[in-house]
C-alpha cells in the first residue's frame, strides 16, 4: 500500500504533453481544461485506491505489476504500478493505441525484466 502520493514518469509527462497539445489544436482550451480535471481525478483515485486499474497488461507485456485505469470523460489509460513509495504512472495512452505494443516499445519493460536502458552516447 502506497502513502497516498502519485508521481510521475518523464514518459507519462510527454504522454501529457502530446495529449494537451493535440487537444488544445483540434479542440481548444475548454477540452483541454476538462481532460487536465479527468486525469487529476483518476489520479486522485488511484492515490486512495491503489489497486482499481486492471491488471490486463501485465499477462499480454509480462511487465510485473503493472495497472491500467481509464479516464472517465476522455480516450486514455493511465498505465501504472502501486510501488512501496508512491503510485507511480508510467504512461498515459490514448486507447486507440496498441497499448501493448507501446508499453513492451518502452524503457519500462527493460526496468521490468532487470536490465536498465542503454546510457546516452556521450559526444
Given at each position: 500500500m502506497t502513502a497516498g502520493?502519485?508521481?510521475?514518469?518523464?514518459r507519462?509527462?510527454?504522454?501529457?504533453?502530446?495529449?494537451?497539445?493535440?487537444?488544445l489544436g483540434e479542440a481548444g482550451p475548454p477540452v483541454v481544461i476538462a481532460f487536465?480535471?479527468?486525469?487529476?481525478?483518476a489520479m486522485s483515485r488511484l492515490a486512495a485506491y491503489p489497486s482499481l486499474g486492471s491488471a490486463r497488461f501485465e499477462l499480454v507485456t509480462e511487465i510485473p505489476d503493472i495497472?491500467?485505469?481509464?479516464?472517465?470523460?476522455?480516450p486514455y489509460l493511465v498505465i501504472y504500478t502501486d510501488d512501496p513509495d508512491a503510485v507511480r504512472v508510467h504512461r498515459v495512452l490514448h486507447?486507440?493505441?496498441?497499448?501493448?505494443?507501446?508499453?513492451t516499445e518502452s524503457d519500462l519493460t527493460?526496468?521490468?525484466r532487470g536490465r536498465a536502458s542503454p546510457p546516452a552516447p556521450v559526444d
Open positions: 502520493r502519485v508521481v510521475s514518469t518523464r507519462a509527462d510527454e504522454d501529457i504533453d502530446g495529449a494537451v497539445a493535440r487537444y487536465i480535471d479527468d486525469l487529476q481525478h495497472r491500467a485505469f481509464p479516464l472517465r470523460n476522455h486507447t486507440r493505441r496498441d497499448i501493448a505494443a507501446a508499453l527493460a526496468r521490468a
